[in-house]
């Protein structure tokens, strides 16, 4: 994929060789890193073909992010969509996923994603963010790069304030 | 009041530069005004009619006199000279440039103040009641968790970008006077048996086109998880609500579709995974920031001041005054007094200039802690005053204009800026707000009447919240003509009801009659003391339709049927 910022260890940076294709993208490259749809999955996983380190996921904004739970562990990449950044479903679901699910992998932003947005996203628990495509990836990193200091608890700040001040 | 720390001083510097970095961007077309849109609504800027519209926030209605002078000087400095206090307690600049909503931010930052999330698919301010912490019905202060939901609800980044905006109130008196049960979240606060603090929450309230009053969906919840619950309540919608549908996207909708146990049970199901975390508050923090509210030193005075009393008889001007305008104080030989914004047709309620503003700074300052609060109402409050200062404090009140004596009468009207300003307004709220207002002026005859509320919007968004006013406007156009559309019987408080509607709409200038037939059917039946809600709800619609609709003076020209489209 291209445009794509990923967190490793709390330091961002643009990625220029992301290997991941998303469905439907040409994957004429690297056939070994596809992101396939939730119900490929679901075939996948039923004829028992491995999954290991293989197959990213992507989800729909309505799905229950729980359905992952048997692939939690083997899963490197889980993907949420941002239909339009306005819709911030996907926030709840990448809480979930690291909160309770406790997922480990990469979990990336995929579609309306803009720097804007990406500190927020950043809390609830993403780590890679695939920038809208007509959009500066070097320019998106400042969003990251802004004081990011909130009240309540989140994925990476797990105490809340009051605990802390 | 709350004082800010370094914590909390640090994070509205940081968003001013973060907005001013965005208003650059803008400018310079780097972000579309889609992409725009939503950062500069989470920063209370609308783009209305004529101009942007800053809304800034209030929390809970609290100001201290050195805030009211900004908002003074923003009036003055970036404005036309006057600002707009809101139903929700906050105030709206309406003649504003984007290139000076930085600076006007600074200047906000600078004493403790923002306007973050006043506007957008976000948690808004946190509203209460005007005379909390002074109430002589009050059972607990309820601005110390008012203050919490605050900070916890801002720039929450996982409730952002809701399906729709999220309003919450809390109220712990014996009446309530902040409109609990129109909100998404309604938070009513009181003491166990044991003397601990309980919450009855109630979700899925709002006006708007679809009006529904809240319901209950927990009860006795320890106020150590008022945070956790409202986090399963927003995880709920966030996933859950509708966003194929601007006008299906509250809360309400969702606990309609889903029915409110069934929508109860999904929240329980979130909360009881969310319930033993971090996230539930601590008696420190409690106490830290209920520190901030600590009562200031009052004097011991007698129940009954010698002057005052004579006052009150020599002068009955003072005296009816002292009758609407104040309300009872916990304190022993002190008022709160409510600062009517309802001059009468000399200007729109709830807008107040930047002369009044300062003068009311200095009159909190000089006779009061110099703290104001701004009610649901839309009007202002001073809430510590000497009853022995009452009749100076009134003279001066007087000489700005701010002492009509019409508190919960019928010309203290509720009213939003309408199609004079907002953008989506349809007709203009505030001719007939003034028409009403002159026909209505005697005071006696007000006095008379008695407690009667007078809601009027300019549209079915009904930010002048028209279903819980006794009487109720609703402006609705009819192919490029303005009627409005009369509800009697709503009311706001423990006994909320939505208002219903009595029959076709008028002109503007048909209305005035109209509210006189209503007045005069209500005056035919009342017993005793008897305030017109009850009338209303004695003796159901029909001998107030019958009044209104029997001579055309009141011309019809819409059915309700197509009034209320």
């Not at chain 2, 520190?291 to 002057?307: H, K, N, S, T, W």
């Not at chain 2, 930010?463 to 009819?478: A, E, F, R, S, T």
Request: proline share 5%; net charge negative.
């Amino acid at each position: 994929m291209k445009n794509i910022i990923t967190t490793v260890n709390g330091v961002s940076t643009v990625v220029h060789d992301d290997p991941w294709s998303m469905p439907g993208e040409d994957d004429s490259g690297n056939r070994d890193y596809q992101i396939v749809s939730l119900e490929r999955l679901l075939v996948l996983a039923e004829s028992g073909e491995s999954l290991q380190k293989l197959y990213g996921v992507v989800l729909h904004p309505d799905d229950d992010p729980g359905v992952l739970q048997p692939w939690l562990d083997s899963l490197p990449l889980i993907a949420l969509q941002f239909p339009r950044f306005s819709d911030g479903r996907a926030y709840s679901q990448a809480y979930l996923l690291r909160a309770r699910h406790g997922f480990e992998g990469e979990l990336r932003a995929v579609g309306d994603v803009l720097r804007d947005q990406l500190a927020a996203m950043r809390h609830c628990g993403f780590s890679s963010f695939a920038v809208r495509e007509d959009k500066s990836a070097e320019e998106a990193l400042k969003g990251l790069e802004v004081f990011d200091l909130i009240y309540a608890r989140s994925v990476s700040t797990p105490q809340p304030l009051f605990r802390r001040r | 009041m709350y004082r800010y720390d370094e914590y909390d001083r640090a994070l509205v510097q940081a968003r001013v530069e973060q907005f001013r970095d965005q208003v650059a961007r803008r400018l310079s077309g780097d972000l579309s005004e889609e992409e725009f849109l939503p950062l500069r609504l989470q920063n209370g800027l609308y783009l209305q009619k004529h101009a942007y519209m800053l809304r800034v926030a209030n929390p809970y209605g609290t100001l201290s006199a050195d805030q009211l002078r900004v908002l003074a000087k923003i009036a003055t400095d970036f404005d036309r000279g006057y600002g707009h206090f809101t139903t929700r307690q906050n105030i709206q600049f309406n003649w504003i440039e984007l290139e000076q909503v930085p600076d006007i931010l600074q200047l906000l930052a600078d004493h403790d103040m923002h306007a973050i999330q006043t506007s957008g698919n976000c948690v808004r301010n946190i509203t209460t009641e005007a005379f909390a912490g002074v109430a002589g019905d009050e059972v607990i202060d309820p601005r110390p968790l008012a203050e919490i939901l605050r900070q916890w609800s801002t720039v929450n980044p996982e409730f952002l970008f809701l399906p729709r905006k999220f309003k919450i109130a809390i109220s712990s008196s014996a009446s309530d006077r902040a409109a609990v049960r129109a909100h998404d979240i309604g938070l009513y606060l009181y003491r166990g048996d044991r003397g601990e603090m309980l919450l009855d929450v109630m979700a899925g309230g709002g006006l708007g086109r679809t009006p529904i009053l809240n319901e209950r969906v927990k009860q006795a919840l320890p106020w150590q998880h008022i945070l956790t619950y409202t986090e399963a309540v927003l995880r709920v919608y966030n996933r859950y609500g509708r966003r194929d549908n601007k006008y299906k996207a509250r809360i309400k909708i969702l606990v309609k579709t889903l029915g409110v146990d069934a929508f109860a049970q999904e929240v329980e199901r979130e909360w009881a995974l969310i319930k033993d975390s971090d996230a539930v508050l601590t008696e420190r923090e409690y106490q830290r920031v209920a520190a901030g509210f600590a009562p200031p030193v009052y004097e011991r005075l007698d129940l009954i001041d010698p002057e005052y009393g004579a006052w009150l008889a020599r002068d009955p001007q003072f005296g009816l005054w002292v009758q609407r305008n104040t309300q009872p104080h916990k304190v022993t030989g002190y008022a709160s007094v409510i600062l009517s914004t309802k001059p009468g047709a000399s200007a729109p309620p709830g807008d107040v200039t930047g002369e009044q503003m300062n003068a009311v700074a200095d009159l909190a300052e000089r006779y009061g802690f110099g703290e104001i609060r701004v009610s649901h109402e839309q009007n202002l409050v001073l809430p510590d005053i000497r009853k022995q200062d009452l009749y100076p404090l009134w003279k001066k009140l007087t000489e700005i204009n701010l002492a009509k004596p019409n508190v919960g009468l019928l010309t203290d009207v509720i009213a939003c800026p309408g199609g004079d300003y907002c953008a989506l307004a349809n007709t203009r709220s505030l001719p007939v707000t003034r028409a009403i207002q002159e026909r209505f002026d005697n005071i006696d005859f007000l006095h008379d009447l008695g407690d009667l509320t007078l809601n009027i919007s300019g549209c079915v968004n009904a930010c002048g919240h028209h279903h819980i006013g006794n009487i109720g406007i609703l402006g609705v156009d009819k192919s490029g003509e303005e009627f409005f559309q009369i509800t009697i019987g709503g009311a706001q408080g423990k006994n909320s009801s939505l208002g219903k509607v009595i029959g076709r709409a008028f002109r503007t200038e048909e209305v005035p009659e109209a509210i006189n037939r209503l007045l005069q059917t209500y005056l035919d039946y009342r017993e005793l003391d008897e305030p017109f809600i009850e009338t209303v709800n004695r003796i159901g619609l029909d001998p107030f339709k019958e009044r209104v609709y029997q001579t055309p003076t009141a011309t019809a020209q819409v059915t309700p049927e197509e009034a209320s489209v």
